[in-house]
């Protein structure tokens, strides 16, 4: 059974920083894809950065140059460094994983999700 289990949100003010950890456990190796989402009040749960089976990353346009996703292999856990942070980017994060994904920011492509945790960015 894959679990992902995110730690790491809360409030932070404008041009701060927060990193989010998403430990994942139930895989065999290290080999799958792994993202993070959010989604803020009102508003559709969006693909905001994801690491696919060969490593290679992807952002949305939104956070691109101010987030950095990675993932440590040996710990099984993935990260999201949130740098130089915006009201906008006020949400509920989470993080997904599969096994394999053709599209690494589409949201109906993975299977596990984590319970999410909340990001506030006052101004």
Request: charged content about 20%; overall charge negative; aromatic content about 12%.
């Amino acid at each position: 059974q894959v679990q992902l289990v995110e730690s790491g949100g809360g409030s932070v003010q404008a041009g701060g920083s927060l990193r989010l950890s998403c430990a994942v456990s139930g895989y065999t190796d290290s080999r799958y894809c792994v993202a993070w989402f959010r989604q803020a009040p009102g508003k559709e749960r969006e693909g905001v950065a994801a690491i696919d089976r060969g490593g290679s990353t992807s952002y949305a346009d939104s956070v691109k140059g101010r987030f950095t996703i990675s993932k440590d292999n040996a710990k099984n856990t993935l990260y999201l460094q949130m740098n130089s942070l915006k009201p906008e980017d006020t949400a509920m994060y989470y993080c997904a994983a599969d096994l394999w994904v053709e599209y690494p920011l589409g949201i109906d492509e993975y299977m596990y999700w984590s319970q999410g945790t909340q990001v506030t960015v006052s101004s």
